[in-house]
């Protein structure tokens, strides 16, 4: 007989859903009501979507997500609030956590329902997984990618690398990526 998976939820594979690309695509606007579909896709290919349908008549607004899990349509109400901008610049929107209550500004799908991280306590990033010996490769081959890059954008046409005799913040920047990547041999990569 089968059983439940013990594995971690992995957040970085989870669907979300963030406050700030609501309001961005025009989702958040007083005194309408907007609908939509919102698609998530990887690698060119849609992996799902929820229609989403922002009611924004009365003090807060409203999002009703409409989508199925598992085969199964649900129906899931979360409500939006701002707060002023610690730049002084307009509002920023956050979602009303349905489970806690907390303000979060991204919801992540997990186990069917659109929640904030902290609410699902078992849940990894897929970093957080590796082992230790994966996670120094890791950092082995970012640092001979960036440094590959550096070497790349360092050649390329119209590059400046001083500005009034001084050299650019780009410049040093890259001759740093460069500097951490040349001890690192093709053979290290491969073991």
Same mark, same amino acid.
């Given at each position: 007989?089968?059983?439940?998976?013990?594995?971690?939820?992995?957040?970085?594979?989870?669907?979300?859903?963030?406050?700030?690309?609501?309001?961005?695509?025009?989702?958040?606007?007083?005194?309408?009501?907007?609908?939509?579909?919102?698609?998530?896709?990887?690698?060119?290919?849609?992996?799902?979507?929820?229609?989403?349908?922002?009611? $924004? +008549?009365?003090?807060?607004?409203?999002? #009703?997500?409409? =989508?199925?899990?598992?085969?199964?349509?649900?129906?899931?109400? !979360?409500?939006?609030?701002?707060?002023?901008?610690?730049?002084?610049?307009?509002?920023?929107?956050?979602?009303?956590?349905?489970?806690?209550?907390?303000?979060?500004?991204?919801?992540?799908?997990?186990?069917?329902? $659109? +929640?904030?991280?902290?609410?699902?306590? #078992?849940?990894? =990033?897929?970093?957080?997984?590796?082992?230790?010996?994966?996670? !120094?490769?890791?950092?082995?081959?970012?640092?001979?990618?960036?440094?590959?890059?550096?070497?790349?954008?360092?050649?390329?046409?119209?590059?400046?690398?001083?500005?009034?005799?001084?050299?650019?913040?780009?410049?040093?920047?890259?001759?740093?990526?460069?500097?951490?990547?040349?001890?690192?041999?093709?053979?290290?990569?491969?073991?």
């Amino acid at each position: 007989m089968g059983r439940y998976s013990t594995l971690p939820t992995l957040y970085n594979e989870c669907r979300t859903l963030t406050a700030s690309k609501l309001n961005k695509w025009g989702y958040i606007h007083p005194g309408v009501i907007i609908s939509g579909v919102i698609n998530w896709s990887r690698n060119g290919q849609t992996t799902g979507e929820v229609s989403a349908s922002l009611c $924004f +008549v009365g003090a807060f607004p409203v999002l #009703t997500l409409n =989508y199925c899990f598992n085969k199964e349509p649900r129906e899931f109400t !979360v409500q939006l609030t701002s707060r002023q901008s610690n730049l002084g610049r307009g509002l920023v929107w956050y979602f009303v956590c349905p489970k806690t209550g907390l303000l979060c500004s991204k919801l992540y799908l997990i186990n069917g329902y $659109f +929640v904030r991280r902290a609410t699902h306590g #078992t849940g990894f =990033y897929h970093t957080q997984t590796l082992s230790k010996s994966d996670r !120094v490769k890791m950092q082995l081959y970012e640092r001979f990618f960036r440094c590959e890059n550096a070497h790349m954008a360092l050649y390329r046409k119209h590059f400046k690398k001083t500005y009034k005799g001084k050299p650019t913040r780009r410049y040093l920047t890259l001759m740093q990526h460069i500097r951490q990547g040349e001890g690192i041999n093709e053979e290290q990569l491969y073991i």
